[in-house]
């Protein structure tokens, strides 16, 4: 069974910074893409980047693009999402997810408790 565990989510001013971390545990994580998503009140699930399962190759929603980077390190089994330059609208809890096969984008099985980001004005 796969487990998801995400940290780091907090209160922050908006300009500022936060990292969130997800600990992957339960099957060779190196062979597997991972995303983050996120959803805020009264809005649907949305995608917010992912990252590769072999040559970091990333992809990031719109929104978020030359603000936020996705990384892994596989040697302890995590992925990061660090985001700069955050605004109000990406208030949100974020997920980490994981797809249920190795090496493919999608569709995303395994889903992690989730993070509060909260960005004040």
């Known amino acids: 069974q796969v487990q998801l565990v995400e940290s780091g989510g907090g209160l922050v001013q908006a300009g500022g910074s936060l990292r969130l971390s997800c600990a992957a545990s339960?099957?060779?994580?190196?062979?597997?893409?991972m995303g983050w998503f996120r959803q805020a009140p009264g809005k649907e699930r949305e995608f917010v980047a992912a990252?590769?399962?072999?040559?970091?190759?990333?992809s990031y929603a719109d929104s978020v693009k030359g603000r936020f980077t996705i990384s892994r390190d596989n040697a302890n089994n995590t992925v990061s999402l660090q985001m700069n330059s955050l605004k109000t609208e990406d208030t949100a809890v974020y997920y980490c997810?994981?797809?249920?096969?190795?090496?493919?984008?999608?569709?995303?099985?395994?889903w992690g408790q989730g993070t509060q980001v909260t960005v004040s004005s």
């Open positions: 997810a994981a797809p249920g096969q190795s090496a493919v984008w999608r569709p995303y099985h395994y």
């Open positions: 339960g099957r060779t994580f190196s062979s597997y893409a």
């Open positions: 990252i590769s399962w072999s040559n970091g190759i990333t």
